[in-house]
Each structure stands twice: as C-alpha cells, then as structure tokens.
C-alpha cells in the first residue's frame, strides 16, 4: 500500500483549490443559496472546463473531492464523479454533462422490497427519494430489480416526472417516479454493489474536506475570539475538543486513503469502504457539533460559515448509511 500521491494527483488538488478558493467565496455562496437551489451551476462549468471527468483515476477524483468538501462548495461531483468512475470502468461512454445516482436503498434496516422493478423490455416502474442532483440530472443510474435479477439501469432524464425535495442543509435533491420508463440493463448484481462502494467513498471523501474546513474555521476561530481577556483556545475544554477533532481527522483520513486505494487497485473493498464510512459518519457528528459549540452563537448565523458545514457534515454522516449501519456491515463480514 502506497499513500504517496503522484505529481498528477497532487496537481489535480491545487488545481481544484485554486478555483474553489477563487469562486466558492461565503459571500458568492450567499447569493447562490438564496436562489433556492443549491446548486452553484457557474462553479460546475468552471470545474467542467478545468477537469475532464472521465480522465480523472479514482484517486485523482477523490483529491478533487476532498477540496470540494473543504470550502463546502455547492457542487454535486460527489455522486457525478461516482457515475462517471462506474460507467468507464465498463468501458460505457460518458458523455452526459450531469449524472445522477437513484439508489434509495441507503439504509440495511430499510425494506428488502425494491422500490424500481424492471419488465421483460427492462422498463422500469416505481420511485426514488432524495435523489441528489436529481432535478438537474441529464441522465440517470438506477438500482432495480428485475426478471434478471437486482442490476443497474441507465435512464435518460427527459420526460422522468422529478419533484423537488429540499433537504436540512439547503439543497434540492429529487423525487424520481419511473412508469413504464424504457432503460438499458448495463450491469448485475455485483456492478449494483460496485456503483453503492463508489457512491460511499466518493461521499466520505467529501466529508473529509468537511471536517478538516470545520476544523480549520473553528481553530482558527479559537485563536482570535477572546473571553475572559484571554483567547478561547487557551481554555482546557475548548482545547481538548479540537484535539479529538484533529485525531478524527486523522483516523478518517487514513481509512479513506485505504478504501480508495483498495478499489483503484481492483482489490476486495467492502470492508474497507464501510470502515471509511464509519469513520466520516462518526467524525462528522463530532466536528459538526464542536464546530457549532466553539463558535456559539455565530455557529447558528446563516450569514456565517460554520453553518455550511453543520448542515452539511450531517447529511453526509447518514449518507448511504451512517455509523450504525456501516458498523452491522463490518460485523457481518466479520461474522462471516
């Protein structure tokens, strides 16, 4: 195993930082938030037009992620970045400028029943919920079950009846209904269960440039807000809680490094990927709350910027499972 990055890895995240430092300014975020939609389209095309997303290797994605994650920038490369690394590990053209995943399932204690069934002709009928960059999507990768079997189905978005749902941390995700929708089967069993690994650790991904932003702001915020003629950072309990921050950090770093090494290598992954969700989930709840505590009051000031990453450090904790499930994941697979 081999934690260095390459030249090119390393060039594709000062490449990301550059631009996100540059466009997703709070400021600049404010006024793509009040639109409605978070979703900053002009940030997209920026990083569109700096990145080919079908060139980029897992690893190379997962940097550009970790930067995403950082500013809290209000793109969707998380699960389009998944897409397009499952699609070319197929050898299937990617050619649509947005992809959306409708995998629902994100929780084991959900119902076994499928929520998308496929006919004969691999027309898909049923729904999807929360389905983020849903309502932007040009075409869609859909979980469902099938005369064949579970498998993944490609779907064009034009004529999908989409309905918005609007999530805790500002952004609209979909309500996708399938009635009869024509598909193209394009993987078994096994791609549906590569597709949900992809999903997890690019999401992971995106919550450790979550936490380490979090960090980095709430430190930062401790070193200059005084009380008691004093900065705050001094104080034992204050202190004491970035340190376990800056731990979870490491441990979530280190667990995602080996996830994402593990499937860029074409190694077993499942264990591994769970571990590193495990780690997002529990070291998001715990930075997201210290960062809101540290910083009081403005924690909870939507013209702030501690915010974005309470809301959003949340929503990626229980993403595609939060710790609990990735735990039961990891105990049967040792159990087995």
Not at 90 to 97: C, I, N, Q, Y
Not at 221 to 240: D, L, M, N
């Amino acid at each position: 195993m081999d934690f260095l990055f390459t030249p090119e890895q390393d060039e594709a995240a000062a490449l990301a930082a550059e631009i996100l430092t540059d466009k997703a300014t709070p400021e600049h975020m404010l006024a793509v938030e009040s639109a409605g939609d978070r979703f900053d389209r002009d940030l997209w095309a920026t990083l569109g037009d700096a990145f080919d997303w079908t060139e980029l290797d897992l690893l190379e994605l997962t940097r550009v992620l970790v930067e995403v994650g950082r500013k809290v920038a209000p793109v969707p490369l998380a699960v389009h970045g998944a897409c397009v690394a499952f699609l070319g590990g197929l050898g299937l053209p990617t050619d649509r400028a947005l992809y959306a995943a409708a995998v629902a399932e994100e929780r084991d204690h959900l119902p076994a029943a499928p929520t998308v069934v496929a006919d004969e002709a691999d027309a898909l009928t049923g729904t999807k919920t929360l389905v983020r960059a849903g309502m932007a999507a040009d075409a869609f990768l859909v979980t469902a079950t099938g005369p064949q079997g579970t498998g993944v189905y490609l779907v064009d978005a034009a004529g999908l009846d989409r309905q918005p749902q609007h999530t805790s941390d500002g952004d609209v995700t979909a309500l996708v209904t399938f009635d009869a929708i024509p598909a193209t089967r394009i993987g078994d069993e096994a791609a549906a269960g590569l597709l949900g690994q992809l999903l997890t650790v690019c999401a992971a991904a995106e919550q450790l440039g979550v936490t380490e932003g979090a960090l980095a702001l709430t430190a930062s915020y401790a070193k200059t807000r005084e009380q008691f003629g004093r900065p705050i950072g001094t104080f034992q309990a204050v202190s004491q809680r970035l340190a376990d921050g800056f731990i979870d950090v490491l441990g979530q770093r280190l667990t995602l490094w080996q996830a994402v090494w593990r499937m860029h290598e074409g190694l077993p992954a499942a264990t591994e990927v769970a571990v590193a969700k495990l780690w997002a989930a529990d070291a998001g709840h715990r930075l997201a709350h210290t960062t809101v505590h540290v910083h009081g009051g403005v924690g909870i000031d939507l013209d702030g910027e501690a915010h974005r990453y309470f809301t959003s450090a949340k929503r990626f904790e229980f993403l595609f499972g939060g710790a609990t499930d990735q735990a039961l994941t990891i105990g049967r697979a040792l159990a087995g």
